[in-house]
């Protein structure tokens, strides 16, 4: 049986993603345990701070870079020159101004410092070529750079990071990994026969920046909302209260190693067939829409479910108040798979302003929720840890407002069967399966046996899932 290069790319993009994430898990994992909430919160501000910075300083250059290398393989070898020493020069402009910034605004010196380590991450992210291999369809060299980044990362930590005094070696760990995947990177670039060109006269930074930066919008507002909570609550609840959110969270993006194998499998997929078969695109959607609600639904059921084992097996008894922010984030990581089905279609009709609007009118309201909720819950009383809750649940909130108006605007392109493959589904799981599961009085493990034998076929059922859907997933992977 003969794979496609496509199933291949996707298998070398999720074994690579997979080592990976389990490499960054089991640093995040050793990190909460040796340095306590409140450390482990201090380190969380400082990523947000550098995922700010990340922005203008790659301001869609990646993608423009990735986008013109896939259109033509042979592009002209001064792309990549051009790239990387505009990438380096917004890189120290922007760590400039971060620098001149943390001092005026952060008053914590140890959360200062670490910030200020963790800036210096924008050099060697500027000279990344992980956007080259992207657009050569190179997986493999992805994978095994973002893994040996990692692993480097991991063993710094683990050599270096001994207590809550060590709080500035975490930082210059993440820049060395950083180092390592730059290196490797450009090693194997050059070993290709590939060559650099930097020319001055034909940089032309103002026009690559122009040309680059409507295509990282889109990812400018996904950042911005993710990394958002762990800005608020080290400002208004304090870094213990960041460790916390952060333990859930970093569960989450585990998870959420399924989302890059959709996008890798089924974008395009669903490219191709907007341009070669458009009638049949409305068919070929909601098929995929119902698997992947059913795929989510299912595993967030489970990580909600499991929750408090979960927490309590990863981050220890010191971070059991992370167990309902985790149950109410699997609601965040069901839609996000879902979200992407809408999205990457959305994306393969060519729309891609509808889509960035989805996502502005998400962050919207989010930026709404998030100083709403947080005092809601602590007036009614009824939650603890109502700060980290309510910015839990306000991401919950720009999650369902990007789907509606996905949705909405999907409708104009294709038929859609929302009440049968999305709301149906979604009441079998969140109305009738998990308040069963809640309230029956078993241990973990025959709750999840009653979820796999019952639960998810009821699901599965509810969404229109049948024989014709499990073929099609057969065709899509084999």
């Known amino acids: 049986m003969q794979l496609t290069r496509h199933t291949?790319?996707?298998?070398?993009?999720?074994?690579?993603?997979?080592?990976?994430?389990?490499?960054?898990?089991?640093?995040?994992?050793?990190?909460?345990?040796?340095?306590?909430?409140?450390?482990?919160?201090?380190?969380?501000?400082?990523?947000?701070?550098?995922t700010y910075a990340?922005?203008?300083?790659?301001?869609?250059?990646?993608?423009?870079?990735?986008?013109?290398?896939?259109?033509?393989?042979?592009?002209?070898?001064?792309?990549?020159?051009?790239?990387?020493?505009?990438?380096?020069?917004?890189s120290l402009g922007v760590f400039a101004l971060a620098a001149a910034g943390s001092a005026l605004l952060i008053h914590s010196e140890a959360v200062r410092s670490v910030t200020l380590i963790y800036l210096l991450y924008l050099f060697p992210a500027a000279l990344m070529l992980d956007w080259y291999f992207q657009g050569q369809g190179e997986m493999s060299a992805i994978s095994l750079g973002k893994f040996f980044g990692m692993l480097s990362y991991l063993t710094f930590i683990l050599l270096f990071v001994h207590g809550d005094g060590d709080l500035a070696n975490v930082a210059w760990g993440w820049t060395a990994g950083g180092l390592a995947s730059a290196a490797y990177w450009g090693i194997i670039f050059l070993r290709k026969g590939r060559k650099f060109s930097f020319r001055w006269r034909d940089l032309k930074f103002f026009s690559l920046v122009g040309e680059a930066f409507p295509l990282g919008v889109a990812g400018l507002i996904s950042q911005v909302v993710i990394q958002f909570p762990a800005i608020y609550l080290g400002w208004f609840a304090g870094a213990e209260e960041v460790g916390i959110f952060s333990a859930a969270f970093r569960l989450t993006v585990l998870l959420l190693i399924f989302d890059r194998v959709f996008y890798t499998m089924f974008l395009p997929a669903v490219s191709r067939q907007?341009?070669?078969?458009?009638?049949?695109?409305?068919?070929?959607?909601?098929?995929?829409?119902?698997?992947?609600?059913?795929?989510?639904?299912?595993?967030g059921l489970a990580a909600i479910i499991s929750a408090d084992w979960i927490i309590g097996l990863v981050f220890g008894p010191a971070y059991r108040e992370a167990a309902p922010l985790f149950q109410i984030l699997s609601g965040y990581f069901v839609l996000t798979l879902v979200i992407s089905a809408y999205g990457y279609t959305l994306l393969g009709l060519g729309q891609e302003k509808v889509f960035t609007r989805s996502l502005a009118w998400g962050m919207a309201v989010f930026f709404i929720a998030i100083f709403v909720f947080p005092r809601f819950f602590a007036i009614i009383g009824l939650l603890p840890g109502e700060a980290g809750i309510g910015v839990a649940a306000a991401l919950v909130l720009y999650e369902l407002t990007v789907?509606?108006?996905?949705?909405?605007?999907?409708?104009?392109?294709?038929?859609?069967?929302?009440?049968?493959?999305?709301?149906?589904?979604?009441?079998?799981?969140?109305?009738?399966?998990?308040?069963?599961?809640?309230?029956i009085q078993a241990a973990l493990p025959l709750k999840l046996l009653l979820l796999a034998l019952a639960g998810i076929p009821f699901i599965a059922w509810s969404g229109g899932v049948g024989r014709d859907e499990i073929e099609y997933l057969k065709k899509i992977f084999i």
């Open 274 to 299: 907007a341009r070669q078969s458009p009638e049949k695109l409305g068919e070929t959607f909601n098929r995929v829409a119902k698997i992947v609600a059913v795929s989510a639904l299912s595993v």
């Open 403 to 439: 789907l509606a108006v996905m949705a909405v605007e999907l409708r104009k392109h294709i038929p859609l069967n929302l009440p049968r493959h999305l709301l149906a589904p979604f009441f079998g799981a969140f109305a009738i399966c998990l308040p069963a599961l809640l309230l």
């Open 8 to 50: 291949r790319n996707a298998i070398y993009l999720f074994g690579g993603d997979i080592a990976a994430r389990v490499a960054g898990f089991a640093a995040t994992t050793y990190l909460a345990r040796v340095l306590g909430a409140s450390g482990f919160g201090v380190i969380h501000i400082g990523l947000a701070a550098l």
């Open 54 to 90: 990340m922005i203008p300083a790659n301001s869609g250059l990646s993608l423009l870079g990735t986008r013109n290398i896939a259109a033509d393989a042979g592009a002209n070898p001064a792309l990549a020159g051009r790239l990387l020493l505009t990438r380096f020069l917004l």
